[in-house]
């Protein structure tokens, strides 16, 4: 089937002409259509216009071009705007919204032919690590448990790592603020990229928090994600973070092999509470960078089970003032009110959920005066020695192997009435994210029920190369090659 | 630190968004419990260190002084929830 | 200090600080690339980062903080290489974000002084405390429905700098000098236009009274006050409430209040009570301004001369006093006018044209220095004629107002109007011949002691010339002749 290709055997199936753009993407889009009223994995399908860009790639193909991506379907977040296709951020504040830009990083994969599905589903405002918090529904995760309980893809980007791996789209664009890409992949059983801060343009991003935010992909392969990579990354002089670096060749990164490399374990990660099944996949993992020729050394991260609580103050301050404009006046959902504050009060009351109103509330709450040296001042501090800590163990190891998360996917409902044992979930890919360095997640087995769990590659700021090569060796050893049960073309 | 209802109240109103009472008394309760856990930061040391204001460590690049944006009234306002001609419209405001 | 209030009990004594907003002169705004034009339509100076839509960005437009930074330099201040953008979170229908980019932690520009002179020709030197780049917010309009506001981005996002003074100033005088000085140095670097009508430069008046002698009691803020008169007046009429309150045995309550010009008075301004608590933390959209040494070297070096510099000089050079230098200082185009005109001349003479009949002929015909009816050059050549004795002052007089009024070069005026002074003794002997011979009653009071009469001869033998006799041969041969 080819829905069941990854993206660089479409790519190259269409360089050989075995298949057309059209029949790719129709492909697709019947997979979307079986699939998506119960997996709910996108909110908005754009079949009309991914039918018309898959007509000009084969257009474009039959002229002998061949841009990276050229006529491959992709789901992209809901919070990368899009021109002309409307963009929810997962909120009912912005249900009505339709961008009149398309963001950078959508713009370069359209530049290099990529063909749009649709936008995903995603926690609001990529608040949130199950996707229950989205306006439009929750996503179910397409990988089931024996007692049939229906499970979350993680988040917030799970619409985009189940489309993904239920093979409605080759790829997905993603977002990473404490894990978002990382977590809801290693849940769905397949790859994704938090590149390096910086690394992809946030102009057109619907920002959550803006010193955090990062673009990345998802896919089935690490070298997928490679491909993808290639094409999102890259300058952006709109976006007065983003680097002024050129974008290497992560492709061929994919093939380094990890002999010589030094591999550090941090021993902070580990715990009494660990499940046995993760610890056991851990220590594999090492084995298996061990057998492709590198060190494994010990390093520490003393810091790292401060991570989530500075996490949690970090971004919801960040957040409450990013989300200050959805205020009914410029764009989205207004609710009327007898004067201005109320229409503020009611629009914002009424246009945001649950776990956003919680955020902006301790957001606004930490920036307040008198506690704002307390918490934010001490956040930000705690913040620079979590990234002294990665920068200390770069001194000795080219990169960290850590697990992706502390479980595999659980049921929708589970940790609902509890928001920090919610926010555990991202425990071991927050750090990361404070610093700003790259990482990895790739699947690399099942637990005991049968679900999928990833190992995550953490590496030097900038050097998304030495990732994608440990991520690649990962990959090849663990040789995952189970399915969920919910995909395109399986028995319903 | 902990947070009663009345603080909620205000917190919310500086971030216009509208609580009930019985909101509040919940959100107190979840706000609590997230910045009880939080309070665990209390326990590092962090004399002397500069706090960290975000991951990019570079200085900011001046862009050229051109006029390269704006002249598209209709894009700016298309997705107004009310407007007035060329303008944005909002209850009336009393200064 | 001179200027009190004279309470019930006593007198009391003022304390003003000014945070001035002046408008940067770039071409567009401080964060994105929206035109920055003043009367533009409505909402068509607008981009989607001005209107803060989703994902968009700021990135600083560097020629303002290069404005900013010759602002400093201006104002002797110390600048900081690096500094840094926080965000000011407050909900405001014109403040399309949610939060304002300004710099409160972390100004671009730190302490610095103006120097201000007050009519009893003292100069006190008023402490800047710092400057700082920071948005406009957009524009609402509540007159044009009943029950709506209509919102105006246009200024949203326009580079403003706010300037903060030391709570220095002691007067109304004195705070109107203070923004009079300050829009004359802005004028002259060409960073804001300082045009208050088109609210290009607005003012925050804090003010409060105390004892002689006490430290500062609670001040209030007076809100954007958009004339050098009104500042004044606000200042009055604020402070003259407070000593009312304290006299009455009430609190001045630190407040944010709004001057009405109309019936001279302030009062609270209390929707902006609960916006409060800003909630000011660094903007993690933008990194930290790191300015180049040498790049702000550039700068100091490019830097015009200005007006305290240029004072200096046209007293120590020129010989003008103290108050013409500040009146010819005052505004750019006006000192380089009169450089022009004084250019090779007599400097006090050309001066002396300019502060008298010149600047009558401005306000007479409503013109400014920049359109006005006589050039620079036009005026010098009128000097030149007066100091080779082509005509004399009076006739001076004449050939300007017909240089007013035609546009002529003086030299043609007077060759036309045939004005050329008359040296011809001959000519002047037999004018005050018959001007003697016509008044035999006052020559015989005169000889029988009345000098004063000299003056009546002399104006009599002028009018019998056409005003063209130069005065000094009049008089020589009226001496002559009356004592002969």
């Known amino acids: 089937m080819l829905t069941d290709l990854s993206l660089v055997e479409a790519r190259d199936g269409l360089r050989r002409r075995a298949f057309s753009a059209a029949e790719l993407t129709e492909a697709h889009l019947d997979a979307v259509a079986a699939l998506n009223p119960r997996l709910n994995a996108f909110i908005t399908v754009s079949a009309d216009r991914a039918r018309a860009q898959a007509v000009a790639a084969d257009a474009k193909l039959a002229a002998g071009e061949s841009g990276p991506l050229l006529g491959l379907p992709l789901a992209i977040k809901d919070l990368f705007c899009t021109e002309g296709v409307r963009t929810t951020a997962g909120s009912r504040i912005l249900e009505p919204f339709v961008p009149p830009y398309e963001s950078t990083v959508t713009a370069n994969l359209l530049r290099d032919g990529a063909v749009f599905l649709g936008k995903a589903n995603l926690d609001e405002f990529a608040m949130g690590s199950s996707n229950m918090t989205s306006a439009f529904g929750p996503v179910q995760n397409p990988w089931t448990r024996a007692d049939g309980a229906a499970l979350v893809p993680g988040g917030s980007s799970g619409g985009s790592c189940a489309a993904v791996a239920a093979r409605m789209a080759l790829g997905a664009t993603a977002t990473d603020t404490g894990g978002s890409i990382r977590q809801p992949a290693s849940f769905c059983g397949i790859a994704g990229v938090k590149p390096t801060y910086g690394r992809c343009s946030r102009w057109g991003i619907v920002a959550f928090a803006s010193s955090l935010d990062q673009a990345g992909p998802v896919a089935r392969t690490v070298g997928d994600c490679a491909v993808m990579l290639g094409s999102m990354a890259g300058f952006d002089p709109r976006d007065s973070t983003s680097a002024d670096r050129p974008v290497p060749d992560f492709a061929a990164a994919c093939r380094r092999g990890v002999r010589g490399l030094r591999i550090g374990v941090p021993r902070e990660y580990r715990s009494d509470a660990m499940p046995a099944e993760i610890e056991a996949l851990w220590q594999q993992g090492l084995a298996w960078l061990r057998d492709g020729g590198a060190e494994i050394v010990d390093v520490s991260l003393p810091h790292t089970k401060y991570g989530l609580a500075t996490y949690y103050i970090v971004a919801p301050a960040e957040a409450s003032s990013n989300l200050a404009r959805y205020d009914g006046v410029r764009f989205g959902r207004r609710v009327e009110g007898e004067d201005l504050t109320e229409l503020y009060e009611r629009t914002r009351a009424e246009g945001f959920g649950a776990e956003v109103r919680r955020r902006i509330m301790i957001g606004t709450y930490v920036l307040s005066a008198g506690y704002y040296d307390a918490y934010y001042l001490r956040a930000q501090k705690v913040r620079a020695l979590i990234l002294r800590d990665f920068t200390d163990a770069y001194a000795q ?70 990732v994608f090569a440990v991520g690649a060796v990962l990959e090849r050893a663990a040789g995952f090659r189970h399915l969920p049960a919910i995909r395109a073309g399986a028995p319903a | 630190m902990s947070l009663d209802p009345a603080t909620v109240r205000r917190i919310a109103r500086l971030a216009r968004i509208h609580v009930d009472p019985a909101e509040a008394e919940q959100l107190a309760g979840e706000m609590n419990g997230i910045l009880g856990w939080i309070e665990q930061l209390n326990e590092v040391d962090v004399d002397g260190i500069d706090p960290l204001t975000g991951a990019a460590q570079m200085a900011m690049r001046l862009r050229a002084d051109t006029v390269t944006d704006g002249g598209i009234p209709e894009l700016v306002l298309g997705n107004a929830p009310d407007r007035a001609g060329a303008f944005y419209a909002v209850p009336k405001v009393v200064e | 200090m001179s200027y009190v209030i004279k309470g019930q009990d006593g007198p009391w004594e003022l304390v003003i600080g000014l945070e001035v907003h002046a408008q940067v002169i770039s071409r567009s705004k401080l964060f994105s690339g929206s035109a920055t034009e003043f009367g533009a339509e409505p909402n068509s100076q607008v981009s989607f980062v001005d ?269 003008l006093s ?163």
């Open chain 1, 397 to 466: 190891v080219d990169a960290l192997l850590t697990p992706t998360a502390p479980s595999a996917a659980f049921a929708q409902g589970d940790k609902m009435d509890d928001p920090v044992a919610m926010y555990l979930n991202d425990v071991f890919t927050v750090p990361a994210s404070m610093a700003g360095v790259p990482g990895l997640s790739v699947p690399a087995g099942l637990d005991p029920q049968g679900l999928p769990l990833g190992l995550q590659v953490l590496g030097r700021p900038f050097d998304e190369e030495t």
């Open chain 3, 51 to 319: 209107a803060a839509f989703p994902g968009m960005l700021p990135v600083i437009n560097q020629e303002c903080v290069a404005q900013a930074v010759r602002t400093g330099l201006g104002l002797d201040a110390q600048i900081n290489l690096v500094s840094r953008f926080d965000r000011k979170n407050y909900f405001y229908a014109d403040l399309p974000a949610g939060y304002q980019i300004s710099q409160y932690a972390h100004p671009v520009v730190g302490g610095g002084h103006v120097e201000i002179e007050l009519s009893d020709g003292s100069t006190r030197r008023i402490g800047v405390t710092r400057l700082h780049l920071e948005q406009d917010a957009g524009k609402s309009l509540h007159d044009q429905h009943p029950t709506k506001s209509y919102i105006d981005l246009n200024r949203s996002g326009i580079a403003l700098m706010e300037i903060v003074s030391e709570p220095d100033l002691r007067t109304p005088e004195e705070a109107g000098a203070y923004l009079r000085k300050l829009r004359t140095i802005l004028r002259y670097l060409g960073t804001c236009d300082g045009n208050m009508e088109e609210g290009s430069m607005r003012a925050d008046v804090n003010v409060s009274v105390r004892r002689h002698g006490e430290p500062f009691r609670t001040r209030c803020e007076v809100k954007n006050v958009n004339s050098v008169r009104f500042v004044m007046q606000a200042i009055e009429a604020e402070a003259a409430r407070q000593v009312e309150v304290w006299e009455s045995g009430g609190t001045v309550e630190q407040e944010t209040r709004l001057f009405d010009p109309a019936r001279g008075e302030t009062r609270s301004m209390r929707s902006k009570e609960d916006a409060h608590d800003y909630r000011y933390f660094p903007d993690p959209d933008l990194l930290p301004l790191v300015l180049d040494e040498a790049w702000v070297a550039g700068l100091r070096a490019e830097l015009p001369e200005l007006p305290d510099a240029k004072r200096a000089r046209f007293v120590a050079k020129h010989g």
């Open chain 3, 322 to 484: 103290a108050y013409d230098a500040a009146v010819l200082v005052a505004d750019q185009e006006t000192a380089a006018f009169y450089e022009t005109v004084a250019a090779g001349r007599d400097a006090k003479l050309a001066a002396n044209w300019m502060m008298g009949d010149f600047f009558a002929a401005l306000n007479r015909t409503g013109r400014s220095i920049g359109d006005s009816p006589v050039s620079a050059a036009a005026l010098g050549q009128l000097l030149d004629l007066l100091a080779d004795r082509t005509i004399n002052g009076r006739i001076a007089k004449e050939v300007f107002e017909a240089m007013v009024e035609t546009g002529e070069a003086p030299a043609s005026i007077v060759e036309n109007r045939g004005l050329r002074q008359v040296t011809d003794t001959g000519a002047i002997d037999r004018a005050v011949d018959s001007v003697l011979a016509a008044n035999p009653d006052k020559l015989a009071e005169y000889r029988g002691g009345k000098d004063k009469l000299f003056g009546f001869f002399v104006g009599q033998v002028m009018k019998a010339m056409a005003g063209k006799g130069n005065p000094a041969l009049v008089n020589d041969a009226l001496r002559q002749r009356l004592s002969a």
